[in-house]
């Protein structure tokens, strides 16, 4: 038995419908009927890694980050494949640049979604401290 399943049905058209367990996503490839693909990748990365981020913290020994927000962007190649990621990610706790560093290095280390992409497509961090 495998660990994750999921289902993916296309009636017609360019939109799919993807059941996982008791939810339901709508991915459209032209992003009218729901969010592309590669905005999908983007956002679920960005969703993985900032949870991977605050562990990382507590595993450094800082409990609480307050807010921590993650405003990442892409960049797509003429064929729309992705080609980069950016991650800016804005903390309310006051934080120095090294230990922001040494937690976003655990963080990378901690994200699943992280090591499933090739090296390639690892999002170049930015981490701010005191952010809100």
């Keep these: 038995m495998s660990d994750i399943e999921t289902s993916t049905v296309s009636e017609e058209g360019f939109t799919s419908t993807s059941q996982l367990g008791d939810f339901s996503l709508t991915i459209d490839a032209l992003g009218e009927d729901g969010p592309d693909p590669n905005s999908v990748l983007v956002a679920d990365y960005a969703s993985c890694y900032l949870p991977a981020f605050r562990v990382g913290a507590k595993q450094r020994g800082h409990e609480d980050l307050g807010q921590v927000q993650i ?3 892409a960049d797509l190649d003429d064929d729309d494949d992705l080609t980069a990621i950016r991650f800016d990610i804005h903390v309310e706790a006051d934080l120095d ?7 976003v290095e655990r ?6 979604v992280h090591s499933a992409l090739r ?3 690892h999002a170049d ?3 701010r401290a005191d952010a809100f």
């Design 119 to 121: 090296e390639g497509l």
């Design 107 to 112: 963080a990378e280390g901690i994200c699943h």
């Design 125 to 127: 961090i930015r981490a």
């Design 71 to 73: 405003d990442a962007e």
């Design 97 to 103: 640049d090294e230990t922001l560093a040494d937690i």
